[in-house]
C-alpha cells in the first residue's frame, strides 16, 4: 500500500524558514516523480513544485510563487520528499501535500496524496 | 501558463440527479484530469487522460472534451459523491489546476 506521510510544518512568522518532509513507503521512491502541492483555507489546489526521479533527469520545476524561495529535493536512501520553504509569507499559509505522480507520455497526474501539513506563516 | 477555468464554482444537487461540470483552458490542451476532494481529505484522483476511470472509481462518474472545453458528469448523484472536484492539465510538466467546484446538498 503507498503511503505518503508529511512533518514539518507549523507556525513560523513572515520571513521565516521551515522544512517539510514527506516519509514515502509502498512502492519504489528513487523511481517516483514527486511533487507537492498546497492548499490556502477555504481555496482551491495550487502546484508548488516537483522533482523527477535520477533515470528521469532529476530535474525540478517549481510554479512561480515561490520560485527562488523553495527548494524541492529528495533523498532516495531514505524514500523521503523534502520541500525547504525560505523567506515565507503569509500568502504561503496552507496545507502542503506531497504527491506521487504518474508521469506518462500521455497524461500526468498526481496518483497518490499524504494527508497533508499546515503551514501557518503569521505577520 | 496555461489557465483553467471551472464552471459552476457550486451547484446544488440531489440525490439521482445528473451533474455535469465544465473546465475550459486557456490554450488548446491534449488531456484533463479529474480529481474530488472531501472535507479535511485529500483529493483523490478520479479520471485521467480526459475520459479513462482510475480503479476503483465508480462508473457513473465520466470525463469527456477536447481542444479547451472538457466536462465531468455525475450520471446519478449519491450521497457519497457530495465534494469538491478539481481539474488538472500538465503542459510541458507544468501543472495547473482549475479553481473548484463544490457539489452541495440541495
Known amino acids: 500500500e503507498v503511503q505518503l506521510v508529511e512533518s514539518g510544518g507549523g507556525l513560523v512568522e513572515s520571513g521565516g524558514s521551515l522544512r517539510l518532509s514527506c516519509a514515502a513507503s509502498g512502492f519504489t521512491f528513487s523511481d517516483a516523480w514527486m511533487s507537492w502541492v498546497r492548499q490556502a483555507p477555504g481555496k482551491g489546489l495550487e502546484w508548488v513544485g516537483r522533482v523527477k526521479s535520477r533515470s528521469g533527469g532529476g530535474t525540478i520545476d517549481y510554479a512561480a510563487p515561490v520560485k527562488g524561495r523553495f527548494t524541492i529535493s529528495r533523498d532516495d536512501s531514505k524514500n523521503t520528499l523534502y520541500l525547504q520553504m525560505n523567506s515565507l509569507k503569509t500568502e504561503d499559509t496552507a496545507v502542503y501535500y506531497c504527491?506521487?505522480?504518474?508521469?506518462?507520455?500521455?497524461?500526468?497526474?498526481?496518483?497518490?496524496w499524504g494527508q497533508g501539513s499546515l503551514v501557518t506563516v503569521s505577520s | 501558463d496555461i489557465q483553467m477555468t471551472q464552471s459552476p464554482s457550486s451547484v446544488s444537487a440531489s440525490v439521482g440527479d445528473r451533474v455535469t461540470i465544465t473546465c475550459r483552458a486557456s490554450?488548446?490542451?491534449?488531456?484533463l484530469a479529474w480529481y474530488q476532494q472531501k472535507p479535511g481529505k485529500a483529493p483523490k484522483l478520479l479520471i485521467y487522460?480526459?475520459?479513462s476511470l482510475q480503479s476503483g472509481v465508480p462508473s457513473r462518474f465520466s470525463g469527456s472534451g477536447s481542444g479547451t472545453d472538457f466536462t465531468l458528469t455525475i450520471s446519478s448523484l449519491q450521497p457519497e459523491d457530495f465534494a469538491t472536484y478539481y481539474c488538472?492539465?500538465?503542459?510541458?510538466?507544468?501543472?495547473?489546476f482549475g479553481g473548484g467546484t463544490k457539489v452541495e446538498i440541495k
Open positions: 504527491t506521487a505522480d504518474s508521469p506518462q507520455p500521455c497524461c500526468y497526474t498526481l496518483d497518490y
Open positions: 487522460a480526459t475520459s
Open positions: 488538472q492539465q500538465s503542459n510541458s510538466f507544468l501543472i495547473s
Open positions: 490554450q488548446i490542451i491534449n488531456w
